[in-house]
């Protein structure tokens, strides 16, 4: 029952606001300057004398070609050249981390993101791995989870063998949209043909889950070509999918200029799109993990779900969330213990940090303990779609009503309109609610109200 969700257009036009994703709690938009390399470097400290296992992210920022709808953090540019200089640094900033921890500290998770990791040659990432081989503990018996993400334009079957023989035994695929005129409109040509290709290497080479990303929103996407897209899509049978609401922000990003406004769909095309997604996914026997993920049944993130062991953190929904997390490169976040933290995002503020033997963490969090208390409560709800009250009281010692007393006619609003049930004991998100839930974790946000929404995505 854990995936079903129901359609409920009214209580959507109601609750279907702007707000956070939730990777992290406190978000990045409190990070502040007053954290910096040295805080870093206490919080490593003591995940070492913990020995707790690690997740590695690497940001690798180049692409060879613009994506108009892209929010990411990366490098236009053709010259593979400028790889070298920042994969320089990257391999000291690995240098300079991996001494403040043990070598006894198992690497189960690796990810490489960007931008696009597959821009750097076969050699930069022969050699990149071996010098995370060389610092870090990774497994070697193909038991932990080593992903990457692939533009399937800057990849082939020599790739993908050389992936799996790094390690990697997962692949997520940007695709987006298979409509040429969509393509066009966000200047991402990418058929079909090119896309099997990669999924078929990585079904012949044994990569252990296959993700695929779609978007939502773009322009000239309507109703009946998208839902053309998702029938492609389930042909392929991945394993997991990630669908998103593209939210079109081009104060902030300034690829997205290049979108003509006029040709995005409406909000209520945009609504139309996903119920027919959702509806197509489960139909075919996908389940709704939350948010804008789906997986099949026997896939390890909806098996944590009926487990109640499903977490997230700044890779989305994962099983890995009692690891630290340490990010590598131009502005990869860390999560480890209570600070969050995060490298300049500026390429060249980056690389001139780590030429003078510095560490290029820029901004950051420590947590304090509402924040850590607010934390557990959203990622219960995000994750499991239900909260015990007994289980937050008795890991924080407090009383639940009383604590969140005045969230409490927030709560019975939402009771009242069939988004969630609330008595005594805790709080279930009923399947017309689970669409929304980022909107019942607002309202445990104590930042939310000093923030501007405009910088969130609307949850659907």
């Known amino acids: 029952m854990l995936d079903a969700i129901r359609w409920d257009s009214d209580l959507i036009r109601r609750y279907d606001l702007a707000g956070p994703r939730y990777t992290s709690y406190p978000t990045a938009v409190q990070f502040h300057s007053q954290v910096g390399s040295f805080d870093l470097f206490h919080a490593l400290r003591d995940s070492r004398k913990a020995l707790r296992p690690l997740s590695l992210y690497v940001h690798v920022p180049f692409c060879a070609n613009i994506c108009y709808y892209c929010a990411c953090n990366k490098v236009i540019t053709k010259d593979r050249g400028r790889a070298l200089p920042y994969l320089q640094r990257l391999e000291q900033e690995i240098q300079l981390i991996a001494c403040h921890l043990d070598p006894a500290q198992k690497v189960e998770q690796l990810h490489f993101g960007g931008g696009t990791p597959t821009f750097l040659s076969h050699d930069e990432l022969r050699q990149l791995m071996a010098h995370l081989r060389k610092h870090f503990n990774l497994l070697d018996d193909d038991s932990g989870d080593y992903g990457i993400e692939i533009d399937p334009r800057e990849a082939d079957w020599s790739t993908m063998g050389l992936l799996r023989e790094l390690g990697f035994n997962r692949v997520s695929i940007g695709l987006q949209d298979l409509d040429p005129a969509v393509q066009r409109a966000v200047n991402r040509l990418q058929s079909l043909e090119e896309t099997r290709a990669v999924i078929d290497a990585a079904r012949t080479l044994q990569f252990r889950s296959i993700n695929i990303d779609l978007i939502y929103g773009l322009p000239k996407q309507t109703p009946d070509n998208f839902a053309r897209t998702v029938e492609e899509v389930i042909s392929l049978q991945p394993d997991r999918l ?4 593209y939210a079109h922000l081009p104060e902030r990003f300034m690829p997205q200029r290049r979108i003509n406004t006029s040709e995005l769909p409406s909000p209520a095309q945009k609504l139309e799109m996903f119920q027919r997604t959702i509806e197509q996914l489960i139909a075919a026997g996908y389940r709704y993990i939350g948010m804008d993920h789906f ?13 109640e062991t499903l977490q997230r953190n700044f890779q989305g929904y994962t099983t890995h969330g009692h690891c630290d997390l340490i990010g590598l490169g131009v502005s990869a976040i860390s999560q480890i213990g209570d600070l969050y933290c995060q490298n300049s995002s500026d390429l060249n503020e980056y690389q001139n940090s780590l030429a003078a033997a510095q560490l290029a963490t820029s901004r950051g969090l420590v947590c304090n303990a509402d924040d850590r208390l607010r934390r557990a409560v959203i990622q219960q709800l995000i ?21 969140f007393g005045a969230l409490w006619p927030q709560l019975q609003g939402m009771a009242n309109d069939g988004l969630i049930t609330l008595d005594r004991d805790r709080i279930a998100i009923l399947p017309a609610g689970r669409l929304l839930v980022r909107s019942v974790c607002m309202v445990f946000d104590a930042y939310l109200e000093q923030q501007n929404r405009q910088r969130f995505s609307r949850v659907i």
């Not at 990630?242 to 609401?245: A, Y």
């Not at 997986?295 to 487990?307: G, V």
């Not at 499991?384 to 604590?403: K, M, P, R, T």
């Open 242 to 245: 990630s669908v998103f609401n």
């Open 295 to 307: 997986a099949l049944p026997d896939d390890e993130l909806a098996i944590a779900q009926e487990e």
């Open 383 to 403: 994750c499991n779609f239900s909260l015990d009250f007994a289980d937050i009281e008795q890991q924080f010692n407090i009383d639940f009503q009383g604590y």
